[in-house]
């Protein structure tokens, strides 16, 4: 999304951003984590994260 609107006004931009930011939300309290190191557990209640996106609302 972001890259799009940068091509789209012409601007240049670099292929990947310099730090990709991993989120996830915990099965177990539900809150949203950002996954730091690898280390996919949750920070709130120590719940283990789980490898896949789930982060997008259930529809």
Do not use: K
């Not at 601007?11 to 690898?38: S, W």
């Amino acid at each position: 999304m972001v890259a799009g609107t940068l091509d789209g006004i012409g601007l240049a931009r670099p292929d990947r951003f310099t730090y990709e930011v991993v989120f996830r939300r915990c099965p177990g309290c539900q809150e949203h984590n950002i996954v730091r190191e690898g280390d996919f557990v949750c920070v709130f209640c120590g719940s283990d994260l789980p490898a896949t996106w789930n982060v997008d609302p259930e529809e």
